[in-house]
């Protein structure tokens, strides 16, 4: 144990109570069959510093349509959710057709995508047409805890944001909140080399309040150093592996060394590292790749909470 072990999460906690508008806790349909265990990537229940709330789901292969999460309000954080495709060969495939409604909008996902939802805006359903290759699906609180609240606790007394909205806005009124045509960011490559691309960027959309970019590892990229010394003194960090196994959803097929501070941190689980801002850090690079895997970094450069 090193004086940053506890900014990691190496072995994921089952997240499935912490939610209450996802499958079993709201009906008894409960969740769908291909979906994995709802895990918790990062929250301030396990890293005290932390200042945002992860979790992550595999979204395996069926040809079943399902509705997942249902409606429901964040009153005091906004959310970033992102559909992670698993094709290394082709990172914007999203290997099916997921459906998402933000404020009564609907969308239709066939890539890779992330949006960016502010506070106070009526999100979901959340569901899937069809799933031909699996996928990642990652939501991302704003806040160190989730808390969320839908139309029952509304008619119940227990939430005062605005109602739902009746009927559908004009079509487009949400578009700019989404990128779902990630392009390759020559500035933020991946360990080793990987190309990254950038999931979720100001420039894109202006009300985001983080920034992101993703990238696919694999063998070819294994022992190249990726990364310099670096310190933010203004933002937090947050470093995200995702191993790329749908049957073994916590293995991520490597080993990525992670220095905070000159100590450095090998890691061979799904999992995270909360940077708080002023810590020197970087990222070594990764060894023994035998499957590729997904690294994404996100600057918390503009988090409320």
């Not at 004086?3 to 109570?17: C, E, G, K, P």
């Not at 470093?239 to 073994?248: H, I, S, T």
Request: aromatic share 10%; charged share 20%; hydrophobic share 35%.
């Amino acid at each position: 144990m090193g004086q940053y072990s506890h900014l990691f999460v190496t072995d994921m906690v089952d997240a499935a109570t912490d939610y209450v508008n996802e499958g079993e806790a709201v009906d008894e349909a409960g969740r769908p069959a291909n979906v994995g265990r709802p895990w918790r990537l990062m929250a301030r229940f396990d890293v005290p510093p932390a200042t945002v709330y992860v979790g992550v789901s595999w979204i395996h292969v069926t040809s079943d349509e399902a509705l997942w999460v249902h409606t429901h309000v964040h009153e005091d954080s906004d959310e970033v959710l992102y559909w992670i495709g698993t094709d290394p060969d082709n990172p914007n495939d999203l290997g099916g057709e997921a459906y998402f409604e933000l404020g009564g909008e609907r969308h239709l996902l066939t890539t890779t995508t992330a949006v960016f939802i502010p506070r106070h805006h009526w999100h979901c359903p959340l569901g899937w047409n069809h799933v031909e290759r699996g996928f990642r699906f990652i939501s991302m609180d704003l806040n160190p805890t989730y808390e969320s609240f839908n139309d029952k606790d509304l008619a119940a007394g227990q939430s005062t944001p605005t109602p739902p909205p009746e009927g559908p806005p004009p079509p487009g009124t949400f578009d700019h909140l989404f990128i779902k045509d990630a392009a390759v960011d020559a500035a933020r490559p991946g360990p080793g080399g990987a190309p990254g691309y950038a999931l979720m960027t100001r420039a894109r959309v202006p009300e985001t309040t983080i920034q992101a970019t993703y990238s696919w590892v694999g063998p070819q990229h294994a022992g190249g150093a990726w990364d310099h010394p670096d310190v933010h003194p203004d933002s937090d960090e947050l470093l995200v592996w995702l191993g790329g196994d749908p049957a073994d959803e916590k293995a991520l097929g490597a080993e990525l060394t992670v220095e905070i501070e000159d100590e450095r941190h090998t890691v061979t689980t799904t999992g995270a590292v909360f940077i708080p801002k002023g810590l020197r850090h970087r990222v070594l690079g990764a060894d023994r790749i035998t499957r590729p895997f997904t690294f994404i970094h996100m600057a918390l450069d503009r988090y409320q909470g």
